[in-house]
C-alpha cells in the first residue's frame, strides 16, 4: 500500500486532543462527515481545513489524539481529505479509532517534515520519502490485520464486505 501528497502540518504539534481536532460545539450537532470536515482543527489552526487537499499528510508530533474517544475527530480529518496521519505518538484509543475508519495512522519521526513537502509513503517497503528533501523516514510495518482494514476502508465497511470479521 503506497499513499502520497502533501504535508500539513500545525504550530502546534504536541498534546493536540481531539477537541482542537473538532470542536465540541460540532461533534453532535453535523452528522454529515462532509460538512464536519469543514471545521477539523478551527480552533488551533482556522485556515486548516481549507488549506487541506484530497491525498494530504496531516503531520503531527506526541500525544496527537488525546482527549475523549469519540470517531469524531479521526473522521473529520479523514472526510477533510486526509490520506494518511504521522505523528511521533497517538493517544490509543485515536490511534484504533482511525484505523476503524480506515485512515492510517503512522508513529515516526516528523521533526525533519515540513509543510507542503511532498511525501510519498510506502506501508510495503517500510519507508516515507520526502521527495522535497531528497530524505527517508523508516517507519514500523503495520500488522496484516489492520492493513486488510485499511484496503477494506475500515471496520464496517470490513464487515459489510466480508460478514463479520474475517483475516484471511
Do not use: W
Not at 488551533?44 to 470517531?71: H, M, T, W, Y
Not at 485512515?103 to 515540513?114: F, G, H, K, N, Y
Not at 510506502?122 to 514500523?140: Q, R
Request: charged content about 25%; hydrophobic content about 40%.
Amino acid at each position: 500500500m503506497k499513499l502520497a501528497g502533501h504535508a500539513r502540518t500545525l504550530s502546534t504539534k504536541d498534546d493536540i486532543n481531539t477537541d482542537y481536532i473538532i470542536s465540541g460545539r460540532y461533534k453532535f450537532k453535523i452528522q454529515d462527515p462532509f460538512e464536519l470536515a469543514k471545521h477539523v482543527m478551527e480552533d488551533i489552526a482556522p485556515s486548516f481545513a481549507g488549506r487541506v487537499q484530497k491525498g494530504d499528510i496531516l503531520v503531527a508530533g506526541r500525544n496527537f489524539g488525546c482527549g475523549s474517544s469519540r470517531e469524531q475527530a479521526p473522521m473529520a480529518i479523514k472526510y477533510s481529505g486526509i490520506s494518511v496521519i504521522l505523528a511521533k505518538s497517538f493517544a490509543r484509543i485515536f490511534y484504533r479509532n482511525c484505523f476503524n475508519l480506515g485512515l492510517p495512522a503512522v508513529e515516526c519521526d516528523t521533526d525533519s517534515i515540513s509543510e507542503g513537502d511532498e511525501l510519498d509513503v510506502d506501508f510495503d517497503s517500510g519507508k516515507i520519502k520526502n521527495l522535497t528533501k531528497n530524505a527517508e523516514i523508516n517507519i514500523p510495518a503495520i500488522p496484516k490485520t489492520m492493513q486488510i482494514l485499511l484496503e477494506d476502508g475500515g471496520l464496517v465497511e470490513h464487515f459489510k464486505k466480508h460478514g463479520g470479521f474475517q483475516i484471511a
